[in-house]
């Protein structure tokens, strides 16, 4: 028998949060990669595409589909979630979007890059998905909707090619805001889209469950939050923006024009160190 399935146990809660954690790590991961076009090291941009993909690998899409997953109830199931699997669906979504960066934010950009970078992406996000829908653990036979799980491939591929595509073109503030809101709402798609793909059929004799209760995890969910939060907000504090960048070098310039053109121009205090040259007296 077809157990009824709720995506909004706590009504709008879990969604909301979902797409507020979304948003914060695709808006940090832009800026992220915003810095990683100013760095003027190799390895310096290579940090910063790391951070990116912490934030929108991590926070942007793994966090939002756990946090949306606490919403997820089936009728008199018990839900628990493997814990070894649902870390291996945390650095899936890490890598694969790092993989994703660094294809597209190293060499000169091309739209081959992106479309092939974003194909790889997409499809590891689904598997990030999935693989953590594996890691649920519930008392009952789980079925999924072909048609839906292909939608949701296919969504997750054209989020993370235009995901791709801001990291290289977006640069204002205002843009990369608008830019991480799609990407939010790709992302909420994305997931939910492949949430209703589940059905549940109860089993005629319950079975012990392994694993952990899902709120267990909110503890360490936030804590990866903050870390991440705070790390790509010291780097950015400590680092220039491009416009600072450019008032900098514009700076420069002028010191270096005014201390060249100095010693010319300066008769006052410098002509009392001359030698005489009139000896009359």
Known sequence: MHSH???????????????????????????????????????LRARWLVLAAWAIGGTGIWVMHFVAMLGFTADGMEIRFDLPITLASWLTAIVVVGFGLFVVGTGRPSVWKVIVAGVFTGVGVAAMHYTGMYAMQIDGHTHYSETLVAASVGIAVVASTVALWFTIIMRRTVAILISAVIMAVAVCTMHFTGMYALSVTTDTAPRSLNGVVPFTMLVPIFAFVLVCVVALGYGMLNSPSERDAAQLDEMHSRITREATAAPQQQPGRGSAFRLPTDTRR
Do not use: H, V
């Open 5 to 43: 399935l709720n995506q909004f146990s706590y009504g709008t809660l879990t969604p909301i949060m979902a797409f507020l954690f979304s948003f914060l790590g695709c808006l940090l991961g832009l800026k992220a990669t915003d810095r990683a076009r100013l760095a003027e090291t190799a390895s």
